[in-house]
């Protein structure tokens, strides 16, 4: 069953979504037609692609550059994805999003674009992070 904050991805299209609520019914969830678009046959064919859950991956942060590094700043957090090297920011390889879970579930996230540096700032104090998150569209789902 699917639960809230599983991120799944489409093998077919490559699309992402986050769940918002769990309980569905259907879950996990489909996302495209598995229908040849060029088939006539096909057309009425109404299977649907099943989404993967896509696994949290981790590693050592200071040599792998997809775990969030955590840090204090102020009276927030910093994330930095590879550090002291930063993860690439290429428009075929970025992090597309970095996500605080608090130990209260509250989830903040941030969306990055190609050009921008892989870093990101919250208001959320260190003390109340249960985990950090981030999107790499090359290489999928990392926490730390
Ligand atoms: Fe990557």
Redesign the pocket.
């Known amino acids: 069953m699917a639960m809230i904050l599983d991120v799944y991805k489409c093998p077919k299209c490559g699309n992402v979504m986050t769940v918002l609520n769990s309980e569905v019914p259907g879950t996990p969830p489909s996302c495209c037609y598995l229908r040849d678009p060029n088939d006539p046959a096909d057309l009425d064919r109404k299977e649907r692609v099943t989404m993967a859950k896509l696994d949290e991956k981790s590693g050592d942060v200071l040599t792998e550059?997809?775990v969030p590094f955590i840090e204090k700043q102020g009276n927030g957090i910093r994330i930095t994805m590879g550090k002291p090297a930063l993860?690439?920011m290429l428009a075929d390889?970025y992090i597309q999003w970095v996500e605080v879970v608090t130990k209260d579930d509250r989830s903040y996230r941030k969306f990055l674009l190609p050009g921008q540096q892989p870093i990101a700032s919250f208001e959320v104090k260190l003390d109340d992070v249960a985990r950090v998150r981030e999107f790499?569209t090359?290489?999928d789902l990392w926490r730390s």
């Open positions: 550059k997809h993860h690439p390889h790499c090359l290489h």
